[in-house]
T-cell receptor, first 114, second 106 residues
Framework: EAQVTQNPRYLITVTGKKLTVTCSQN?????MSWYRQDPGLGLRQIYY???????DKGDVPEGYKVSRKEKRNFPLILESPSPNQTSLYFC?????????????FGPGTRLTVL | QKEVEQNSGPLSVPEGAIASLNCTYS??????FFWYRQYSGKSPELIMS????GDKEDGRFTAQLNKASQYVSLLIRDSQPSDSATYLC??????FGAGTRLTVKP
């Protein structure tokens, strides 16, 4: 089954404790993204990757890091989490069409930073 | 001004009615437009994409694009309770609006 997986699904942590959210896709897509979703603000792109070893900042990259060492995996790293990073995080993998580009989202990771 | 704006809603329509969802965007050079549906507690899923001015129909869904007015809309005909969700407009597939919550009442 074609899918994007994220782990963990839920995480409660404390300020300053480094954490990693994993993301993996089995569709051999080159383009992957991380988003955060906050009430009233919609989805905002944090980082994206166009291929292995190619990553770039999205609209809200501060406080986050990513890596893309292999095509299927795109982990999101919070080196020193702060309460304003409490959010719902989605990883996405994009099939570049034709007939259309299709972005597939993972199930989401709900992060709470105390 | 937000790059992608949607009516925050909530929008409530009776079963069988047409639901109309609207989206405006600020980047006149935008080329691709998407509508996603997100059920509560779930991840967004793509329902329609549109690249050219005019209408694009897929089953009960019709996307409409007017680049001159920087406006894209989604019409849902014969709305069903299962259509109750938040609908997200996306431009160039990475700039999203805040979403419009739709409730279809039986």
């Amino acid at each position: 089954e074609a899918q994007v997986t994220q782990n963990p699904r839920y995480l409660i942590t404390v300020t300053g404790k480094k954490l990693t959210v994993t993301c993996s896709q089995n569709m051999n897509h080159e383009y992957m993204s991380w988003y955060r979703q906050d009430p009233g603000l919609g989805l905002r792109q944090i980082y994206y990757s166009m291929n292995v070893e190619v990553t770039d900042k999205g609209d809200v990259p501060e406080g986050y890091k990513v890596s893309r060492k292999e095509k299927r995996n795109f982990p999101l790293i919070l080196e020193s989490p702060s309460p304003n990073q409490t959010s719902l995080y989605f990883c996405a993998s994009t099939f570049t069409g034709p007939p259309t580009d299709t972005q597939y989202f993972g199930p989401g990771t709900r992060l709470t930073v105390l | 001004q937000k790059e992608v704006e949607q009516n925050s809603g909530p929008l409530s329509v009776p079963e069988g009615a047409i639901a109309s969802l609207n989206c405006t965007y600020s980047d006149r050079g935008s080329q691709s437009f998407f509508w996603y549906r997100q059920y509560s507690g779930k991840s967004p899923e793509l329902i329609m994409s549109i690249y050219s001015n005019g209408d694009k129909e897929d089953g009960r869904f019709t996307a409409q694009l007017n680049k001159a007015s920087q406006y894209v809309s989604l019409l849902i005909r014969d709305s069903q309770p299962s259509d109750s969700a938040t609908y997200l407009c996306a431009v160039n597939d990475m700039r999203f609006g805040a979403g419009t919550r739709l409730t279809v009442k039986p």
